[in-house]
């Protein structure tokens, strides 16, 4: 009879705690912003020390928010093209926010400062920003270095209009025959529908403490 009570008194705080954790896995199961959605601002250190923030770009029309890194070789191949990109569309009203969410003890090579001397190696002309704390790639359902979320501006908020890879070459720029990123933008500039409002994002996985 002792077994059996020792038993049931077992299997029930193994019930519990597997509830535990099934609740656990349930509440943390984001799977991100979809086409559509209203992204939130974010406050988010920038490599000159300065704090930037959605709301601190007035004349807009949207944001190009890209989640980067230094050490990925996707992200090195694209880092040309998210600079030109910026400088063409910055003056459109489309300018580019980067973010790097790695965290810099799994990847030394994506501290803050390693983040400087890039940013200056490179003379990046956009925002380079540390999600430091790993709040906000989470909340976007970013998984890969690099991944854009193309949002525009309007009354109601920002709402997401594309998501995915820039184009579908990383390998080589002259090579590219389908520029996802610049039609969306493009679509939204002459008030059309995005063409194509996801791609697969190719690159390497966001670094996080397991």
Known sequence: MKNKSKY???????????????SFTSSN????YEVGDLATDF???????????LSDYKEVNGYIVIFSCNTCPYVVAYEDRMIDLHN??????????????NDPEISPGD??????????EKNFPFAYVFDEKQEIF??????????????????????????GAIDDNFKDAAA??????????????????????????????IKVKS
């Open 138 to 163: 989470p909340q976007y359902g970013a998984t890969r270095t690099p991944q854009v979320y193309l949002l525009e501006k309007t009354t109601q908020g920002n709402i997401v209009r594309y998501i």
């Open 176 to 205: 590219v025959k389908d520029k996802f990123l610049e039609d969306a933008i493009d679509a939204i500039l002459n008030k059309k529908e995005v063409p194509v409002k996801t791609t697969r994002a190719i690159g390497c996985t």
């Open 111 to 120: 501290s803050f400062e390693k983040m400087q001397e890039r940013a200056k």
């Open 8 to 22: 049931l008194s077992t299997l029930i705080a193994l019930l519990v705690v597997s509830a535990g954790l099934l």
């Open 29 to 32: 199961d984001n799977k991100g």
């Open 43 to 53: 406050k988010l250190k920038n490599v000159d020390g300065k704090i930037v923030s």
């Open 88 to 101: 063409k569309y910055n003056k459109k009203g489309f300018p580019v926010i980067a973010i790097n969410p």
